[in-house]
């Protein structure tokens, strides 16, 4: 009996045994796989986390970085020359807009093309369709594509495109150089460098909403935009070069001085060549008068924003400045940067009273003349800003708490944009490397540093002049 009982119990613990241990397989089976999952999904989670919450760089100051890094260093390799497309015809047509987008890491470049009513599709002969529409009215823009996981959202490489065929036939123009150069891969030739009546819709607003100042229509309502736009509204307005035909005189090409206030146009005897360019491009506090032997006289495309503006008229007027430059073939290219430059070009364009902000009530004929009409205004595309921004002057303040207010300066702006507009470039009064043997503008009564501040990069503005230079692109005015 005695034997029966112990018989019965070591059953028992056997059994007791078998079940503990076949629960122990049951719960240590999964937890290898787990872990592999739970990793990947921890993995995910932190890169994201990272991408999200990274700490943004400290930047060298700039007394600090006398030389900065080649401007090459802060673009990525990935920005293939894929994204350049075939040149068009000598034609005269309205824009076509599509959407430009960025390239993805180890990928080749994407172009996502608008479906527009009336279209017809043609090959590029590079194995990509081309849309082109019939009408000049340009469809809702379908969403773009997110820019790369790399970077920040507020980068926005992804930009409308425009088919805008070139004015000229010009056999040694920059468009056909620049695909032989370091800038092949960064260059876009369809980015619309202005913005016009067109442009403006719910969709765009939306998308160019993301991204504040100059960047993009951040703080912009859609009302001002509409109501702003609206009047720029004839191919004057999506043209740099609008009076073309009327001043050719047979040249094959077209050739632009753009002119910066730098104090090394002092003493150059340089303002009869200036003038002799088919196009003269100044900016902000530009003097002539009394300065006509270094700097010329002729202004046919004055770049400023509303605050610069400003600011050089209460700045430079000790030094005569007393506003932009006045006669029949000067236009007037507005950078926009807030509010402000939607209401003033406004009022500029209906011979209206500023509605509102700063410059409430004021006039704007006193700035640009009694006979100023919406014919002779332009403005800035903010995709354009965010371009050059993005490709050609990614600064290290973008890694900083500054990077909202980071931009080009206006006179790199307006360099830029006459280089993607104009065949043949020739750049006087920009930064050299020798900057410090000149006062900071050609008209200083004594000589006064140059200012360097946190919103614009003058030496990395200054490398890519030199870079510029030494491509071919522009012929920089330099002291031998």
């Known amino acids: 009996m005695v034997l029966l009982s112990k018989l019965g119990l070591g059953v028992l613990t056997v059994c007791v045994l078998l079940c503990v241990y076949i629960l122990c397989i049951h719960l240590d089976w999964p937890t290898e796989p787990l872990r592999h999952g739970s990793g990947s ?149 369809h980015v619309p460098v202005l913005q016009w009546a067109k442009h403006v819709n719910p969709e765009q607003h939306q998308r160019l909403s993301k991204y504040p100042g100059a960047h993009g229509w951040g703080g912009v309502d859609y009302k001002t935009l509409v109501e702003t736009l609206s009047v720029l509204d004839s191919p004057a307005n999506w043209q740099m070069l609008d009076d073309w035909k009327d001043r050719s005189s047979k040249s094959s090409c077209i050739h632009c001085a753009v002119v910066g206030n730098g104090g090394i146009l002092k003493d150059s005897k340089k303002g009869k060549e200036i003038d002799s360019h088919h196009y003269v491009f100044r900016t902000n506090g530009a003097i002539t008068r009394g300065f006509e032997q270094d700097v010329g006289s002729r202004t046919t495309h004055y770049t400023f924003s509303t605050n610069t503006l400003m600011n050089s008229m209460r700045s430079y007027a000790k030094d005569g400045y007393r506003g932009p430059p006045l006669s029949k073939e000067t236009r007037y290219i507005f950078l926009p ?101 000149y006062s900071d503008h050609y008209y200083d009564s004594s000589y006064r540093p140059v200012g360097f501040f946190i919103n614009h990069d003058l030496r990395m503005e200054m490398t890519l002049w030199q870079q510029l230079h030494q491509a071919g692109l522009i012929r920089l005015y330099m002291h031998s």
């Open 41 to 189: 999904t921890q993995g995910t989670s932190s890169s994201s986390r990272d991408f999200s919450q990274k700490k943004p760089l400290a930047r060298q100051s700039d007394s600090d970085q006398e030389r900065p890094p080649p401007v090459t260093s802060t673009f990525h390799p990935q920005l293939s020359a894929g994204t350049v497309l075939h040149e068009h015809t000598r034609a005269t047509q309205t824009p076509t807009l599509r959407t430009q987008t960025s390239t993805a890491i180890g990928k080749p470049a994407e172009k996502r093309v608008l479906d527009v009513s009336n279209s017809t599709s043609r090959s590029d002969g590079m194995g990509r369709t081309r849309t082109s529409t019939k009408g000049p009215a340009p469809q809702p823009q379908q969403p773009t594509q997110a820019t790369r996981p790399t970077e920040p959202p507020f980068i926005g490489d992804t930009y409308m495109s425009e088919d805008i065929p070139p004015q000229t036939d010009c056999p040694d123009g920059i468009r056909s150089h620049v695909a032989n150069t370091e800038f092949g891969g960064r260059f876009l030739k």
């Open 337 to 437: 940067d807030h509010n402000r430059d939607y209401l003033l070009m406004k009022a500029a364009a209906t011979h209206s009273a500023v509605e509102s902000g700063p410059e409430r009530g004021k006039d704007p004929s006193k700035f640009f003349g009694e006979d100023v009409s919406a014919e002779k205004l332009k403005m800035y595309h903010p995709d354009f800003i965010r371009y050059l921004r993005n490709r050609f002057l990614r600064s290290h303040a973008l890694t900083t708490k500054y990077k909202d207010i980071y931009r080009p300066s206006t006179g790199a702006v307006m360099l830029l944009a006459a280089l993607h507009t104009c065949d043949q470039v020739s750049a006087y009064g920009f930064m050299t490397p020798d900057y410090k043997n």
